[in-house]
């Protein structure tokens, strides 16, 4: 079956992140895009369509997003990542403010689409990559890597991942998310977006996903991202909440306690830490209630909000903060930062719920059924 054409939705950004250490374009590769604009190796894949090298992204950054192949409806839009599954990702990135390009050098394990027999009457669609186009492919992959050198490789898809990784097992959706190091370098695993929903154990979680791991790269290309965690902790029906220093950016609200993250620690770790440093309380993380993007004039926040339990001392402040165990009634009503509403109607909503009162003004929408059709192309 054909694709359809996927809406951008809106231009990409002209955004400039922080450039390369040394400030150069990697010498190797412009005879490495020559060499794959040059191959016609694979009689599988004619007329070896493939993307020009405008539509790579960035040449001077730090990271690479290696994808399976170009899909149609991305090269009909003269841009990688523009087909069903791709803007998933993109959606997610732009909650960020940001797009693909802005942080990502992009390219594919196999150079060329591969396109599926078209049935009477319809237009050719994509398919899955041969071992042998990805086999063939492979070196042209791999120069790219060695000519820009990059931080992190993140491999969307189980054919990216086995280009990059070599023989190295990887099960997929198992292995979302997963980090390896590989000559030196970082390599993240991602479940294609285009699998993701046909995946039960993954689909719920996924976009989040994709989120956290955006703003964390984000953050350490040097754009204005910070990573907050923050605990909801319940006792006996009441949640505690603590009181922003007034003195401080959005003072005299309430929020629910934990802070900024630290370069190089995991958002689990940090909200530990923050709990400990500010309440004396140690506390177990559970399962991520919400991940909110929010935009500020001088900063992009990522909240990551996690369902905590506490796992031993007392609340103590360790600046004499203010803080309450509250009531899912008054909870509503405090004053909190916008950032915070829709988890709280959430919250609220649940605790009447379950106590027989009325449902949250702003219940949950259903999840949308179905998954974006087609072969893993990009």
């Not at 993240?188 to 285009?194: D, G, K, N, R, Y």
């Not at 154990?201 to 996924?206: D, M």
């Not at 934990?258 to 620690?265: A, C, D, L, Q, Y």
């Not at 909110?292 to 909240?303: E, K």
Request: proline share 9%.
């Amino acid at each position: 079956m054909g694709l359809s054409r996927v809406s951008l939705e809106r231009p990409l950004t002209a955004r400039r992140p922080a450039a390369r250490r040394d400030g150069l374009r990697p010498p190797g590769l412009a005879r490495a895009l020559r060499d794959v604009t040059a191959c016609r190796a694979c009689p599988t894949i004619t007329p070896w369509r493939k993307f020009s090298v405008g539509a790579l992204g960035r040449r001077d950054g730090h990271f690479v997003l290696v994808g399976e192949a170009p899909g149609i409806s991305s090269l009909e839009n003269t841009r990688q990542w523009t087909g069903a599954g791709g803007m998933i990702l993109r959606r997610e990135i732009r909650r960020l403010g940001l797009d693909l390009e802005d942080l990502f050098y992009l390219t594919n394990a196999v150079k060329c689409w591969p396109a599926a027999a078209p049935r009477p009457g319809q237009r050719a669609g994509n398919r899955s990559p041969l071992a042998s186009e990805a086999r063939r492919c492979r070196p042209y992959l791999l120069a790219e890597l060695d000519a820009l050198r990059p931080e992190v490789i993140v491999a969307v898809g189980a054919v990216a991942a086995r280009a990059i990784l070599g023989d190295r097992p990887v099960r997929l959706p198992d292995d979302h998310g997963r980090r390896f190091r590989e000559d030196g370098r970082e390599v993240i695993v991602l479940l294609h977006p285009a699998n993701a929903s046909r995946h039960p154990s993954a689909w719920p979680t996924y976009r989040a996903s994709l989120l956290a791991l955006f703003a964390e790269l984000a953050g350490r290309a040097g754009f204005s991202v910070v990573e907050v965690a923050a605990a909801v902790l319940a006792r006996r029906g009441r949640f505690l909440v603590t009181r922003r220093d007034p003195a401080k950016h959005l003072g005299g609200l309430w929020e629910f306690p934990g802070g900024k993250r630290e370069p190089g620690e995991s958002i689990e770790r940090c909200l530990a830490r923050e709990l400990d440093e500010e309440l004396g309380m140690r506390i177990a993380v559970g399962p991520r209630l919400a991940l909110v993007p929010w935009a500020y004039p001088d900063r992009r926040v990522l909240l990551h909000f996690f369902r905590c339990s506490a796992a031993g001392g007392r609340v103590s402040p360790r600046e004499g903060q203010p803080h309450r165990w509250v009531t899912p009634s008054e909870l509503a009503a405090l004053p909190m930062p916008p950032a915070d509403a829709t988890l709280v109607a959430s919250l609220t909503g649940r605790s009447r719920d379950r106590d027989g009162g009325a449902r949250s003004r702003r219940p949950s929408r259903p999840r949308r059924a179905g998954s974006p059709r087609g072969s893993r192309a990009t």
